[in-house]
């Protein structure tokens, strides 16, 4: 089985290019999913990409996902900001954890200022647009050693 990166999207990231392209751009989360597959692929891994606007959805993948995986990047949109059942599922993952966020949550409104899963993350990425999802990837092969889980 070849290695992956787990790749988890939250609710509305499915309207990348499409929501608030003054804050996130106009790139589609296809396009996400496509640099993240070449950064992963250029190591010779893989990635499995899951976006739901359902917080079930994500903690399903998360447990199917949590021991097989290399590392997980994880831009959970909302789901940031006021799951614990999310963060609850990504502290039982064997990789490291990369939280990831298109814009720069610190510049923006306050609610947004905290967030459940940095304290457990190994990194936080914000501010840098999709290519944040690059740097996150690269990260988590990394701390890997580029090998599997």
Request: overall charge negative.
């Amino acid at each position: 089985m070849t290695p992956y990166v787990a790749v988890l999207n939250g609710p509305n990231l499915n309207l990348l290019g499409q929501r608030q392209p003054e804050v996130y751009g106009r790139d589609t989360l296809a396009d996400v999913e496509d640099l993240c597959a070449a950064t992963a692929g250029a190591a010779g891994f893989e990635v499995r990409c899951v976006q739901s606007n359902h917080e079930g959805a994500l903690l399903d993948a998360v447990h199917e996902m949590r021991t097989e995986a290399a590392g997980f990047v994880v831009n959970a949109g909302a789901l940031t900001h006021t799951s614990v059942a999310l963060r609850d599922a990504l502290v039982t993952i064997t990789g490291p954890l990369i939280e990831v966020h298109i814009s720069n949550v610190h510049a923006r409104e306050a609610f947004r200022h905290h967030s459940y899963l940095s304290d457990i993350a190994a990194g936080v990425i914000v501010g840098c647009g999709i290519e944040g999802y690059c740097f996150a990837v690269e990260r988590v092969l990394t701390l890997t050693g580029g090998r599997g889980a």
